[in-house]
């Protein structure tokens, strides 16, 4: 082992040249005086630091662990300390590893990641009370951690958890009363997770919802109920899972003006299904099951009222019926077909049609 360039009368050449002995009785005294040497010295070259990294980690590694976890301890909180060291220490028993994985700034997302897939539930109870846990940590830890350690990330501010492992973690409490009130009480569950939980918990965490919504904004209560009804939809399989990222889309369109029904033509030619489901429901003013009913059964009859209701021009509604046909040998011909049917049909004989199915829209709001 090449030794660095030390300060004159550094004593650190020296420490080293013991490490090196096999023979030596005296480790634990040794790794002592090399801890307090890398303390007792304000300036580092880069390469005495790794040394010390590289020489303590070897040291302790022989060492019992008592003495693992006083090193552990005391090189916990240092924001310079070396990595090699923190590194081995994050990964030796949870005794050991538990100072260093609550506090050390020196271990990355990809170190904590490694201990979280790699360790066992004391490795990740220890990373979930660190001051911040970043998204991609706490995904990891909500997805292999057991209810104590979940219960430790719910209670910690400074971890942040994504949508996804919010809305996992709520359906973890849901089925586990140990969780109820750490989900219940954690700063900034989404509104319309935190009302999954009101039928499960006991009175006094259902009395905590109702004063959270009596706080929440009007605007924003509103959007999290759209939420939520969004994704139990999703999730019963009522609704296509890109639902709500279209949906945006097209509030996006209407908002502009550019909700038009050429827009609609637009949609289907670029295979954006949900898009157009959700722009013909909007345009025509029926719910998205009836409009999803309508073009998974190809029930062109049925688009055709739609559109006359709506009063789209004939060539437009030709265009969507060309486009859902497109894998049909005789689209054009059948096509051709509706179109006189539309022909036919008064706007006032498919408005009072359209009204019955507008009841299905009403009966799914109620």
């Known amino acids: 082992m090449s030794q660095p360039s030390a300060a004159p009368g550094s004593r650190l050449p020296d420490l080293i040249a013991m490490a090196q002995d096999p023979s030596s009785e005296n480790r634990r005294a040794l790794l002592r005086e090399l801890t307090e040497h890398f303390f007792g010295h304000a300036t580092q070259t880069a390469a005495e630091q790794g040394l010390y990294g590289v020489v303590l980690a070897e040291l302790s590694a022989d060492m019992e662990v008592a003495v693992r976890?006083?090193?552990?301890?005391?090189?916990?909180?240092?924001?310079?300390?070396?990595?090699?060291?923190?590194?081995?220490?994050?990964?030796?028993?949870?005794?050991?590893?538990?100072?260093?994985?609550r506090?050390?700034?020196?271990?990355?997302?990809?170190?904590?990641?490694?201990?979280?897939?790699?360790?066992?539930?004391?490795?990740?109870?220890?990373?979930?009370?660190?001051?911040?846990?970043?998204?991609?940590?706490?995904?990891?830890?909500?997805?292999?951690?057991?209810d104590q350690t979940?219960?430790?990330?719910?209670?910690?501010?400074?971890?942040?958890?994504?949508?996804?492992?919010?809305?996992?973690?709520?359906?973890?409490?849901?089925a586990s009363p140990g969780l109820h009130a750490a989900t219940v009480e954690r700063a900034g569950l989404p509104p319309d997770l935190?009302?999954?939980?009101?039928?499960?918990?006991?009175?006094?965490?259902?009395?905590?919802?109702?004063?959270?919504?009596?706080?929440?904004?009007?605007?924003?209560?509103?959007?999290?109920?759209?939420?939520?009804?969004?994704?139990?939809?999703?999730?019963?399989?009522?609704?296509?899972?890109?639902?709500?990222?279209?949906?945006?889309?097209?509030?996006?369109?209407?908002?502009a003006g550019q909700l038009t029904p050429q827009m609609l033509a637009r949609f289907l030619r670029s295979g954006g299904k949900t898009s157009f489901l959700i722009a013909l429901a909007q345009l025509s003013d029926i719910d998205f099951h009836t409009a999803s009913r309508i073009v998974e059964r190809r029930e062109l009859d049925a688009l055709a009222v739609v559109c006359r209701a709506a009063d789209l021009d004939r060539a437009l509604f030709?265009?969507?019926?060309?486009?859902?046909?497109?894998?049909?040998?005789?689209?054009?011909?059948?096509?051709?077909?509706?179109?006189?049917?539309?022909?036919?049909?008064?706007?006032?004989?498919a408005l009072r049609t359209l009204r019955f199915w507008r009841m299905r829209r009403g009966a799914a709001a109620a």
Request: aromatic fraction near 4%; include cysteine; charged fraction near 30%.
């Open 194 to 255: 935190l009302n999954d939980m009101y039928f499960v918990v006991e009175a006094r965490l259902r009395q905590q919802i109702l004063e959270q919504n009596a706080r929440l904004d009007p605007a924003l209560l509103e959007s999290a109920l759209a939420a939520g009804r969004a994704r139990v939809a999703t999730q019963d399989g009522a609704l296509p899972a890109d639902y709500a990222e279209c949906l945006a889309y097209v509030e996006e369109l209407k908002a």
């Open 103 to 146: 506090q050390s700034p020196v271990l990355t997302d990809d170190d904590l990641l490694g201990v979280v897939r790699t360790r066992g539930q004391d490795h990740m109870r220890a990373v979930s009370a660190r001051a911040s846990v970043s998204e991609v940590v706490s995904d990891a830890i909500v997805e292999r951690g057991d």
């Open 318 to 349: 030709l265009t969507y019926a060309v486009v859902l046909l497109n894998d049909d040998g005789d689209a054009m011909g059948k096509a051709h077909a509706y179109a006189r049917m539309y022909a036919e049909l008064t706007r006032d004989a």
């Open 150 to 174: 979940l219960n430790t990330l719910l209670r910690n501010d400074g971890a942040r958890l994504s949508r996804a492992a919010s809305e996992a973690a709520v359906e973890r409490a849901k």
């Open 69 to 101: 976890r006083e090193m552990a301890a005391r090189f916990a909180p240092i924001a310079d300390a070396p990595a090699v060291l923190i590194r081995r220490l994050a990964l030796d028993t949870a005794e050991v590893a538990e100072p260093v994985l």
